[in-house]
């Protein structure tokens, strides 16, 4: 064979080969993407547990150390609402509104306002000293956050046109891996994240929380997020509780969505003059009222509200009035403007209110959680096929897969009446006016500076 014709023959092969691999290489980098969601993830919780378990150490080291989180706790509260605006603006609350915004904006400039690695690292950081200081605050909304950072700097990376659909698969694989539910992060992204969903995603998404799964599951390991339960009606009482929490959680739900977009439109007026000044301020305020409601109720307000709700699932009464002392814990923590999440604190009062239900009626105290849980997550999200879901994959309770399907459409129905819009979309429109007021401005200033560089010239 002559040499040139095997010269040519070699060159062949290798285009094909590196044709392939241009093929290949944007799902490299987005398989490597959500194992990197996955594996964040699990590092993000085991950080948020050492924080919550230093403040608990902290606060009970000594005889008078249960009076310091009024010191630490509104110190905390101002650094961190100081950081998130000095350093990472935009990584301020939940998170998942600022997810759902960028799926909204076109311009990808804007997205990256919202979303980006820095940012990322930023609600991780701000998260777990949150956490720390006793904040009320959950890690699975700033999960999401990070999650759809990551995808975004993925469709950047790997030069991928799939932008929107790559947020959605972000924030279903860091829901998935967050709370060992994988289920739960597929409906999240249909119901909550997209409302309209795009059938052209549905690979994408799938995949992203497939991979997220298996690299949570490899690092620690198979497990219901408030350990195993099977308890199921059965007296008249028991089915009674399926109307009270469906329809109490609906309500105190609305409640808190309701206040919430309320004061968090009036707190923006009031902050405008001076942003940087009043949010340290009103982050100092609220730091310093949980540290009041957390030391009257003996420190069970403090944190993501994970142990309560673990034992009240677990069947262990709570107090009467914890889930109104752990909602108003909640509510201040968000209104702070601090980085963190509503989720855990969500399912920690709905526990509360559950429990309270059922020493009231005479139940059982694992089941009425379980739908104090459902009725009143839903009635926060408004969206009860995510509540139905992440609670029957968090507890393991397939007695009772139709009451907590009743509890949750029961929840929205009722919050939907008393507060007509969800809570993280009223968020989120939040973001895409500062968003688009930013790209306005930028572009006003570069505006001006070429015209003073043409008038120098």
Request: hydrophobic content about 50%; glycine content about 14%.
């Amino acid at each position: 064979m002559p040499a040139f014709y095997r010269k040519s023959k070699l060159l062949r092969r290798s285009r094909v080969f590196w044709g392939s691999f241009s093929l290949w290489r944007p799902r490299l980098v987005f398989w490597c993407g959500a194992l990197a969601t996955g594996v964040i993830s699990v590092g993000f919780a085991k950080l948020a547990d050492l924080a919550q378990h230093g403040f608990n150490r902290l606060t009970t080291a000594g005889e008078w150390s249960f009076l310091l989180p009024l010191l630490l706790t509104p110190a905390g509260f101002a650094l961190s609402a100081y950081l998130a605006m000095r350093f990472f603006p935009n990584a301020q609350g939940s998170g998942i509104p600022q997810a759902i915004a960028a799926r909204h904006l076109k311009d990808d400039e804007d997205r990256g306002r919202l979303l980006s690695l820095r940012i990322a690292l930023g609600k991780i950081f701000l998260t777990v000293l949150g956490l720390f200081c006793g904040a009320s605050i959950g890690r699975e909304g700033p999960t999401v956050q990070v999650g759809a950072s990551i995808m975004l700097a993925v469709a950047r990376f790997g030069d991928m046109a799939q932008a929107r659909g790559l947020i959605l698969a972000g924030s279903a694989a860091g829901i998935a891996a967050a709370f060992n539910t994988p289920l739960a992060g597929i409906v999240f992204a249909i119901e909550e994240m997209g409302r309209t969903y795009e059938a052209r995603t549905n690979g994408i998404v799938l995949a992203a929380v497939i991979i997220s799964g298996l690299a949570a599951l490899g690092l620690s390991g198979s497990y219901h997020y408030f350990g195993s339960t099977s308890v199921a009606p059965l007296t008249m009482w028991d089915w009674g509780l399926v109307l009270a929490c469906g329809i109490g959680g609906g309500a105190l739900g609305a409640a808190f969505s309701g206040m919430g977009l309320h004061f968090g439109q009036r707190i923006r007026r009031w902050a405008q003059p001076e942003p940087m000044k009043r949010m340290v301020l009103l982050a100092l305020c609220c730091g310093l009222a949980i540290a009041v409601i957390g030391v009257l109720s003996g420190g069970s307000t403090f944190g993501t509200g994970y142990e309560q709700a673990k034992g009240a699932v677990q069947g262990e009464a709570l107090p009467i009035l914890f889930f109104l002392e752990k909602f108003a814990a909640g509510f201040l923590s968000m209104l702070s403007g601090i980085p963190g999440g509503i989720f855990a604190p969500s399912l920690s009062v709905g526990a509360g209110l559950g429990s309270t239900l059922g020493s009231l009626l005479g139940t059982g105290i694992a089941l009425s959680a379980v739908l104090g849980m459902a009725g009143y997550f839903a009635g926060v999200v408004q969206a009860p096929m995510t509540a139905f879901v992440i609670i029957l994959e968090m507890t393991g309770d397939h007695e009772s897969v139709i009451p907590i399907m009743a509890v949750s459409m029961l929840g929205y129905l009722t919050s939907r009446i008393l507060s007509r819009e969800p809570l993280y979309h009223g968020l989120s429109r939040v973001f895409i006016a500062a968003a688009i007021r930013a790209r306005r401005a930028a572009e006003r200033e570069a505006g001006e500076t070429d015209k003073s560089a043409g008038q120098g010239v």
